[in-house]
């Protein structure tokens, strides 16, 4: 039901994706996000909150600088180094072992990320707002989730065909560059450009999308965490969604998905392990 793959990941083990489901937590270190906006921007704050991600299951942070929710204001570069820089920086010098993502479009951000420590450019753009991205990425050959947001689309294509497009654009970048299509995890990007009925139409159709793509299908990540399609669906608030997103994230691994980018982890995480256990059979020590 799951594809397997294993992904490289520089001066670490790499990252395996099949059965078992990955939790990425959210670390978001900026005054303005949706839904955690200055909670954890300070230095300290974060790294308590990373440490706490990472015992209740998360196998990989997600480090953010700037917020792309509908309406928020763009960072410059700068600005961004100086939020998520200290914060990177703190991670490494403590030890944290779980590898490190820099949710960024800024290829000099994701460059400097990198050389501070972190393996996974996770890129809204999909390598495609900035050519130079698929540059740092084969660099380094740090693996890229590269997330569908066709802010120009044709309404009247039907969505999934674009987005195998899309993501077919994606690859062709990423090799052309240098880096592997054994290196990209693709985002649906659910809530990005889509209508609440399209979110749910991607989220029924996950598997097709990686295996649409080439015969060799790519692993998917689900972000769905307290978005709007939760929202809009059951009219609550973000702090009020984390029902709505454990069935999103169950959906997801149930349709093949491979990780899962969540604010809570040890809610998701414990609500994975009672679908993997449904589906595949309870764990040797059980």
């Not at 395996?16 to 900026?30: D, E, H, K, R």
């Amino acid at each position: 039901m799951h594809t397997q793959h294993t992904i490289p990941l520089p001066g670490r083990a790499p990252l395996t994706f099949g059965q078992t489901p990955l939790v990425m937590g959210i670390l978001n270190v900026t005054p303005d996000s949706f839904s955690d906006g200055g909670q954890h921007n300070l230095v300290d704050s974060a790294l308590a909150h990373a440490r706490q991600m990472i015992a209740e299951g998360a196998a990989i942070i997600d480090v953010g600088g700037e917020s792309t929710r509908p309406g928020s204001q763009p960072v410059g570069v700068q600005e961004e180094l100086d939020r998520v820089m200290p914060v990177i920086d703190a991670l490494i010098a403590a030890g944290i072992e779980v590898p490190l993502s820099i949710d960024t479009y800024k290829p000099l951000v994701a460059d400097q990320a990198i050389q501070a420590g972190a393996s996974i450019i996770n890129d809204v753009h999909g390598l495609q707002g900035a050519p130079e991205m698929a540059e740092v990425a084969a660099l380094h050959q740090v693996p890229v989730i590269a997330m569908h947001w066709q802010k120009d689309r044709d309404h009247r294509t039907p969505l999934l065909d674009d987005m195998v497009r899309y993501f077919q654009a994606s690859v062709a970048l990423a090799e052309r560059a240098g880096l592997g299509r054994d290196r990209l995890i693709l985002d649906p990007g659910f809530g990005f450009g889509k209508s609440l009925a399209e979110n749910y139409q991607v989220l029924q159709q996950l598997a097709g999308i990686g295996q649409a793509i080439s015969r060799h299908a790519c692993p998917i990540l689900v972000g769905t965490s307290r978005k709007s399609m939760i929202g809009k669906l059951l009219d609550n608030q973000p702090a009020e969604r984390l029902a709505g997103t454990i069935a999103t994230t169950i959906i997801g691994y149930i349709n093949g998905g491979h990780v899962f980018r969540v604010h809570d982890v040890k809610a998701n995480r414990d609500a994975l392990r009672v679908a993997q256990a449904t589906l595949y059979g309870l764990p040797e020590d059980r």
